[in-house]
């Protein structure tokens, strides 16, 4: 079956600290994969999206990056947090079109 | 033209009345209209979705009615229940396209 995970599932890092969130998709090969942030009580933000290994689309300019090693495998990265990065970071992917995105659990992150 | 405008923020229905969430949208090339359920601290879920070729679908509870003229589309909760409350999104995507529009959300309360 197609799953996806995503790690850690709550962490909390000090102004200035390096991040790194991963996702993984099972089951699956070549999908579309996509980072989104929910501030509190707030909507969806698209932040990256890919369609493939190495190819990254970044919506919106910010010192957050992503990468995607492997087929199955998104990464979310900051050098130096921000306190405005704290939020709930989602992973997504598609597996019939780009309208039926199934999200993982999530990421809480407070920046401290 | 890209965007997708999603009202009320916030609606408060008692328990067995009718829920009524109304997004509009302006690019007509847009195909597919999702309809996402976020509980607290989970990831939204696809919960129903319609094509502009049809001005209703019906799953349980749950109706989406669509007005392709007025660019407008709706989801009706019938009976709504406690366990109804979440957040809920409309979204729209385009043909070809990668990425979903999604509205800024409602929150939904239903008081028992």
């Known amino acids: 079956s197609q799953t996806i995970h995503q790690w850690p599932a709550t962490l909390v890092q000090p102004v200035g600290s390096p991040l790194s969130l991963e996702c993984t998709v099972e089951?699956?090969?070549?999908?579309?994969l996509y980072w989104y942030r929910q501030a509190a009580g707030r909507g969806l933000q698209l932040l990256f999206y890919?369609?493939?290994?190495?190819?990254i689309s970044s919506e919106v300019p910010q010192n957050l990056s992503a990468s995607r090693p492997q087929d199955r495998q998104f990464i979310l990265s900051s050098k130096k947090l921000l306190l405005s990065d704290s939020g709930f970071y989602l992973c997504?992917?598609?597996?019939?079109?780009?309208?039926?995105?199934?999200f993982g659990e999530g990421s809480r992150l407070t920046v401290l | 033209q890209q965007q997708v405008k999603q009202s009320p923020q916030s609606l408060i229905v008692q328990k067995g009345g009718i829920s009524i969430i109304n997004c509009a949208y302006e690019?007509?090339?847009?195909?597919?209209f999702p309809w996402y359920q976020q509980f607290p601290g989970k990831g939204p879920a696809l919960l129903i979705a319609?094509?502009?070729?049809?001005s209703e679908k019906k799953e349980g509870r749950f109706t989406i009615s669509f007005n392709k003229s007025a660019k407008q589309f709706s989801l009706h909760i019938m009976d709504s229940q406690p366990g109804d409350s979440a957040t809920y999104f409309c979204?729209?995507?385009?043909?070809?396209?990668?990425?979903?529009?999604f509205g800024q959300g409602t929150r939904l309360t239903i008081n028992p």
């Open positions: 979204a729209a995507s385009l043909q070809g396209a990668q990425k979903l529009v």
């Open positions: 319609i094509r502009p070729d049809v």
């Open positions: 089951g699956t090969s070549n999908p579309n």
């Open positions: 890919s369609v493939g290994i190495g190819q």
């Open positions: 690019n007509t090339a847009f195909d597919y």
């Open positions: 997504a992917w598609n597996p019939r079109g780009p309208g039926e995105l199934f």
